[in-house]
T-cell receptor
Framework: GAVVSQHPSWVICKSGTSVKIECRSLDFQATTMFWYRQFPKQSLMLMATSNEGSKATYEQGVEKDKFLINHASLTLSTLTVTSAHPEDSSFYIC????????????????FGNGTRLTVT | GESVGLHLPTLSVQEGDNSIINCAYSNSASDYFIWYKQESGKGPQFIIDIRSNMDKRQGQRVTVLLNKTVKHLSLQIAATQPGDSAVYFCAEKYGGGFKTIFGAGTRLFVKA
């Protein structure tokens, strides 16, 4: 159980265009999802917390108008990279909390397999 | 965004040996810690976790040790196998929220 699916797994786009990445919880409902970005040979950096039915909470230094997050249902959160530039090329990974733990604080996240974005 | 660490250190071990991966976490208020394994091109996979009121926890072939005095976490893998080759990240939670903050990570190479 607790499977998180991302789509697409990779995408190449031209500079100035926008790209949407989907994150779905396949067998559970996720009121909260998290979006991370990972550059090559580096750690995961938390970008934002996606809350179902409300605005996302962004980490310091992450532009909310650049990275649009929509969490319109209990099983889907989307990240849209607007006006993408080569420096936005990265590995974007979403995650959700294990629902089997209920609202318990001490429970691990389950991650999707990421989306490799390349902006040319 | 929050992040710890830049480039990944590497640990190389012989198949069958035990591996010890270390992590220095950042926040003394952190009260829940998790180890994740990340294979190339994939998302992190949960390995084991530990709460701050414990100093040791064992799983199948893995053991996590927590030393809050020096803010140090370690992951021990017994009888390391080629399939254990991956990048390992420690992660922490604090402040009562659900944010999980990742540490720098260590790349493990297992030599056959």
């Amino acid at each position: 159980g607790a499977v998180v699916s991302q789509h697409p797994s990779w995408v190449i786009c031209k500079s100035g265009t926008s790209v949407k990445i989907e994150c779905r919880s396949l067998d559970f409902q996720a009121t909260t999802m998290f979006w991370y970005r990972q550059f090559p040979k580096q750690s995961l950096m938390l970008m934002a917390t996606s809350n179902e039915g409300s605005k996302a909470t962004y980490e310091q230094g992450v532009e909310k108008d650049k990275f649009l997050i929509n969490h319109a249902s209990l099983t889907l959160s989307t990240l849209t990279v607007t006006s993408a530039h080569p420096e936005d090329s990265s590995f974007y990974i979403c995650s959700a909390k294990d629902p089997g733990q209920g609202a318990h604080y001490n429970s691990p996240l389950h991650f999707g397999n990421g989306t490799r974005l390349t902006v040319t | 965004g929050e992040s710890v660490g830049l480039h990944l250190p590497t640990l190389s071990v012989q198949e069958g040996d035990n591996s010890i991966i270390n992590c220095a976490y950042s926040n003394s208020a952190s009260d829940y810690f998790i180890w994740y394994k990340q294979e190339s091109g994939k998302g992190p996979q949960f390995i084991i976790d530990i709460r701050s009121n414990m100093d040791k926890r064992q799983g199948q072939r893995v053991t996590v040790l927590l030393n809050k005095t020096v803010k140090h976490l370690s992951l021990q893998i017994a009888a390391t196998q080629p399939g254990d080759s991956a990048v390992y990240f420690c992660a922490e939670k604090y402040g009562g929220g659900f944010k999980t903050i990742f540490g720098a990570g260590t790349r493990l190479f297992v030599k056959a």
